[in-house]
């Protein structure tokens, strides 16, 4: 009987340091990562995934008034409960840099970033925000050289939490928000969020000129669903995120993507003939 008690003592004991130890370890997504966009103009969004006090971000915006598809990244520090004039807030704040790499479908080889400016992010709660964002201009190895601005340097827009507006409901508790990428083609990222039963993700990648290029698509993915696919869609026509004179984009489809999750943890994703592996990026 002694035994027998000082075993299920032990037993306990042990179930419950495991306890803590997953729960100490859960995946926990922050309140401010997600998709944010300006409520109203369509066609543009800053994908936010924090991670303690380290956030990675990117925007997908369109260049100048070409209305070209066009996104930048910037990785930094989020300093928590900053007061200002305009209240309390965690700001992040970062350098601004753009990207040349492969264009989809050829041959891997290892992409470039330049600086193209600053940006900051102001997040009042997790659906309130601003961001402001300053461009510098397009550099290259042999040095500066400014681009022909037809629009203020800097920008300054609000933001909301885009899938809270479009699709009302719960995260999906799995550890498949946030940024996912293919360990054999760095530099090239796609960003999911699932809410409410559906996904919303947005593929970075380069076109032919090398320069930076992304993609769209929306999906059921209802929790405990493992797989989805859906229609990639390209947007042309639209203004810089912040500009005075809001154009709205245009979609075409560029074929169908296929996502599948993995019991380990990974991902795979088909396109055009193509499949890549995919894991959480962790920062």
Known sequence: MENKLRFITVLTLYLFALSLFFAGNAFS????????YTPGKDGTGVSVEIRGNTAFVAMFTYYDDTGLPFWMSSAGTVERNVQDRQGTSDVFTGVLNYWTGWPLGSS????????????????????????TYTIEGFTSGSGSKK????????????LAKFMDDVS???LDSRDINGWWYDPNYNGMGFFMETRGGTTFMTWYHYRSDSFPWWWTCAAQFNPGDNSFSCDLLEWQGGSSIGADNYKKPAPSTVGTASFSLNSDGTANLSWNGNQY????FVF
């Open 277 to 280: 592996h995919l894991q959480r």
């Open 147 to 158: 681009k022909d601005e037809k629009e203020p340097d800097i920008f300054e827009a609000k």
């Open 29 to 36: 997504f922050d309140g401010k990562s997600g998709w944010w």
């Open 168 to 170: 009302p409901g719960n």
């Open 108 to 131: 891997y080889s290892a992409p470039k970033s330049f600086r193209f400016g600053t940006v900051k992010i102001q997040f009042f709660s997790d659906k309130d925000a601003k961001i």
